[in-house]
């Protein structure tokens, strides 16, 4: 599946390579293969890292995935406190906000701060403590890939 998703500090397509069983670093949970990193990245060099290895970083359709990777990284000693980019971006266009396979974001998304404003300098979304946050693209974090099975 390729999709052309543009979006500030970051490369515009998402592509999934079906894997039949996950590869190191990359573990399986439920249908897919994720990957915590521990290094700290742009949100544009952690995506590319993630397409580089076949997949994108990491969606969050559900609150049960969430908490399904949370589990995942606690099981693994890794904590959920420091935010993780995620794949999720604000489209300065329409200032809404999309995840990198092209759906958006639901009016039901667990926001840190719910009643933070749309602003186009913090464009890009990391995940902490099962919530998300905005800030800059060009700020460094950890992240999460995921690889579809």
Not at 8 to 15: A, D, N, W
Not at 122 to 139: A, K, M, P, Y
Request: aromatic share 8%.
């Amino acid at each position: 599946m390729n999709m052309n998703i543009a979006h500030p500090g970051s490369p515009g397509t998402k592509t999934f390579s079906k894997k039949a069983e996950c590869v190191s670093p990359y573990s399986q949970i439920g249908d897919i293969c994720i990957w915590v990193s521990s290094s700290a990245l742009t949100n544009a060099e952690a995506r590319w890292k993630c397409q580089m290895d076949g997949g994108d970083l990491v969606t969050f359709h559900t609150f049960d995935k969430i908490q399904l990777v949370e589990d995942f990284m606690a099981a693994n000693g890794i904590g959920v406190n420091g935010r993780r980019s995620v794949g999720a971006y604000l489209d300065v266009l329409s200032l809404k906000w999309d995840w990198v396979d092209g759906s958006g974001l639901n009016s039901s998304s667990p926001w840190c701060a719910p009643d933070n404003t749309l602003d186009p300098t913090e464009g890009c979304v990391q995940l902490q403590n099962s919530c998300f946050h905005d800030s800059s693209c060009s700020d460094t974090h950890e992240y999460i890939c995921e690889i579809m099975m």
